[in-house]
């Protein structure tokens, strides 16, 4: 079993930064990629960026890459997602979660654990 707990969301400017944090807790947490996903209002939720087990693979989704960064701290059972050059279009419902053990995944169908999400709005 895994538990998640996130923060870090707010109101920020176009062109701002927010850092999300994400703790863990739960014996699976050095087994597990963790991921950050997404859901804005009237949409699917979507994939945004995953980081494995031992951060050796990193995935972003293409709408983010370049302006956000993954990363885990596995002493502190922690995961981090750093947001720059933030635009309208990423306000959403921000949400960490992890699939199955050993799981490596960008699918928001294979993520069976997730945390109750930070809202994260940009706006003028």
């Known amino acids: 079993q895994l538990q998640l707990v996130e923060s870090g969301g707010g109101l920020v400017q176009p062109g701002g930064s927010l850092r999300l944090s994400c703790v863990a807790s739960?014996?699976?947490?050095?087994?597990?990629?963790i991921g950050w996903l997404r859901q804005a209002p009237g949409k699917e939720r979507e994939f945004v960026a995953a980081?494995?087990?031992?951060?050796?693979?990193?995935k972003y989704s293409d709408s983010v890459k370049g302006r956000f960064t993954i990363s885990r701290d596995n002493a502190k059972n922690t995961v981090y997602l750093q947001m720059n050059s933030l635009k309208p279009e990423d306000t959403a419902v921000y949400y960490c979660?992890?699939?199955?053990?050993?799981?490596?995944?960008?699918?928001?169908?294979?993520?069976?654990?997730w945390g109750q999400g930070t809202q994260v709005t940009v706006s003028s």
């Open positions: 980081v494995s087990r031992t951060a050796v693979t990193i």
């Open positions: 739960g014996r699976t947490f050095n087994s597990s990629t």
């Open positions: 979660a992890a699939p199955r053990p050993f799981l490596l995944t960008t699918s928001p169908d294979e993520f069976d654990y």
